[in-house]
């Protein structure tokens, strides 16, 4: 098994454009989850996905940020326009269905907004 | 009061010594724990979970969790230089999916 596969591994953008980020979890999990990770406050979940359907964006900071899962083998979380405060790293996450089974992370993709 | 409290060290051991990396947690309602140890620039990758009160090994890691004080801690045995990284401790709430995670506890073991 190819893990979770998340692209680009590393971006820099302008301030006010948009930032695509990709994530392809393990055949057969369940559920998805999206996590920034900052120095300042650790692992924030953003999102999360149940059978392609967003359960909790609670964490989601912001109008700016946006999350789809069209099918069960991709996902996408979109920031417009961003910001110098969105740098951050953004992992991917995911689980089988059965309760209590830890997550698999992407390497995640490193974010930096100048 | 944060869900989940970590130390954030650097917790320094020397070689060979045991490791003793803590977590409390602020939610009753928890019910599974994970740890999960992160290298420097890469994913956190999990170790170790446990649900219920009391020890649990795995090789030269135990978790041991104490319901009733909302603590959990991780042992690591025989440390090694290469277990240098950050110890994330998670927890998550019976019946909800998603998992809060600790700030780390940055672990350096000298040679």
């Known amino acids: 098994d190819a893990g979770v596969i998340q692209s680009p591994r590393h971006e820099v953008t302008e301030m006010g454009q948009e930032v695509t980020l990709r994530c392809k979890p393990i055949s057969g999990h369940d559920y998805l989850f999206w996590y920034r990770q900052t120095m300042m406050r650790g692992l924030e979940l953003l999102i999360y996905?149940?059978?392609?359907?967003?359960?909790?964006d609670s964490g989601m900071p912001e109008d700016r940020f946006s999350a789809k899962m069209p099918n069960a083998s991709f996902s996408t979380l979109k920031i417009q326009p961003s910001e110098p405060r969105d740098s951050a790293v953004y992992f991917c996450a995911s689980r089988p269905g059965k309760a209590n089974y830890g997550y698999t992370f992407g390497s995640g993709t490193r974010l930096t907004v100048v | 009061q944060k869900e989940v409290e970590q130390n954030s060290g650097p917790l320094s051991v020397p070689e060979g010594a045991i490791a003793s990396l803590n977590c409390t947690y602020s939610?009753?309602?928890?019910?599974?724990f994970f740890w999960y140890r992160q290298y420097s620039g890469k994913s956190p990758e999990l170790i170790m979970f446990i649900y219920s009160n009391g020890d649990k090994e795995d090789g030269r890691f135990t978790a041991q969790l104490n319901k009733a004080s909302q603590y959990v801690s991780l042992l690591i045995r025989d440390s090694q230089p290469s277990d240098s990284a950050t110890y994330l401790c998670?927890?998550?709430?019976?019946?909800?999916?998603?998992?809060?995670f600790g700030t780390g506890t940055k672990l350096q073991v000298i040679p």
């Open positions: 998670a927890v998550n709430r019976g019946g909800y999916q998603k998992v809060t």
């Open positions: 939610d009753r309602g928890s019910q599974s």
């Open positions: 996905f149940n059978n392609n359907v967003p359960i909790d």
